[in-house]
């Protein structure tokens, strides 16, 4: 299976924003993290794909994603003994580490210098920095741990690791309320020189700190309208700069796309490891036990992780091939005649281009609107 996710559940807190399955603990319970994921990993049905064999042996390992919660809390020894452990078992003989992608998604409060050099050494090539705003009111109101300044320094510690393959996080349509500056953010993320943004509108989950707060009256759900000037005021910015969106909220200067992402966006299989983690052989979808102390417990007894798992239907597979292509930047090829084609092409929200349809910055808007009609 050549593309490789591990969900990290620790956090110290939750943003206020989120609904992700996370388990906040003071003490990182690293020691039995590690142990559980190459237990699953061990132990785990390749699914038919791949039928006879361990999960990954033999496969080939494209990349590897540390994702979260916050995968920065573990200690470095723990991110190394995982990186190796499953770069022996995907490939026996010799690894060439620079010609795989390793992600790690941190907080700017975990990266030091000394960090850096340890997962730079681990073979983490790439970081994924959650910095999402450069202004320290909204790092309060979203519950963050870190402050503007300190985006900057991890950027810095990184580099000096030799780690220059760094996205940034950021999110847009925040409350009016905090007055927050889309475009002043943007400036300082692009001051910064990372290779990669990832842009994400604000969204109110349920049972969230927002969505009490929201349901309370002490703020205010996100506007549409602020949420679509700010997305198309981004896409103009950073293309000024140099970025190329290469899928609906994620863009990239030359040569620096994810390619552990773009995997997922183009339908290929890939393995998830640890609570709540998905995998997809191309058929067949599964999905781990979302709570850390229910993975634990089934881990440490011997039964599977997994929760449940859908045989994707045809007309399922197509769906989502159909919506899965039209969110990046390679399009959907026209193999069919879309009657709704021509009024969407007329509106500016989608295009053709060598036998592509493609959707616009204002089609990526409409992306669930447009996927219904054709």
């Not at 003490?27 to 993290?33: S, V």
């Not at 910015?237 to 290469?246: C, H, K, Q, S």
């Not at 709540?276 to 052989?281: Q, V």
Request: aromatic share 8%; net charge negative; hydrophobic share 35%.
């Amino acid at each position: 299976m050549p593309h490789l996710y591990l969900h990290v559940p620790f956090c110290v807190r939750r943003c206020s924003y989120c609904d992700f399955s996370i388990a906040v603990r003071k003490r990182i319970p690293a020691h039995e993290y590690v142990d559980g994921v190459l237990t699953e990993l061990r132990s785990a049905d390749p699914g038919p794909a791949a039928r006879g064999k361990r999960t990954l042996d033999g496969l080939g390992l494209e990349t590897i994603y540390f994702g979260g919660g916050t995968p920065s809390l573990l200690p470095p020894e723990a991110i190394t003994t995982l990186v190796e452990s499953l770069l022996h078992l995907a490939d026996p003989g010799p690894a060439a580490r620079g010609e795989r992608e390793v992600t790690l998604e941190a907080n700017p409060e975990d990266v030091t210098p000394d960090a850096a050099r340890a997962w730079r050494a681990a073979g983490i090539n790439r970081v994924s920095l959650g910095a999402q705003s450069f202004d320290d009111t909204v790092l309060e109101w979203m519950h963050r741990s870190h402050d503007g300044a300190r985006i900057g320094a991890a950027m810095h510690a990184l580099r000096g690791a030799g780690i220059e393959n760094i996205s940034l996080d950021l999110i847009f349509a925040l409350p009016d309320e905090l007055h927050r500056d889309w475009e002043r953010d943007l400036d300082m993320a692009l001051a910064l020189r990372p290779t990669h943004l990832s842009l994400y509108g604000l969204t109110v989950e349920p049972r969230t700190p927002l969505d009490r707060w929201i349901s309370r009256g002490a703020t205010h759900a996100p506007d549409d309208d602020r949420y679509a000037q700010e997305y198309l005021f981004a896409h103009r910015r950073l293309t000024a700069d140099g970025f190329f969106f290469y899928e609906v909220s994620n863009a990239a200067r030359d040569g620096f796309r994810s390619q552990h992402n773009s995997a997922y966006w183009s339908g290929k299989p890939y393995v998830g490891l640890g609570p709540a983690a998905h995998s997809f052989d191309g058929t067949t979808r599964r999905w781990n036990l979302r709570a850390w102390e229910a993975y634990r417990r089934a881990i440490a007894e011997g039964r599977s992780a997994v929760e449940s798992e859908e045989r994707l239907t045809e007309e399922q597979r197509e769906l989502e091939r159909v919506y899965l292509a039209l969110r990046s930047d390679e399009g959907l090829p026209i193999t069919a005649p879309y009657r709704h084609l021509p009024p969407l092409m007329s509106q500016g929200w989608v295009v053709e281009h060598n036998g592509r349809l493609r959707c616009t910055p204002e089609g990526w808007l409409r992306l669930d609107s447009i996927v219904s009609e054709l």
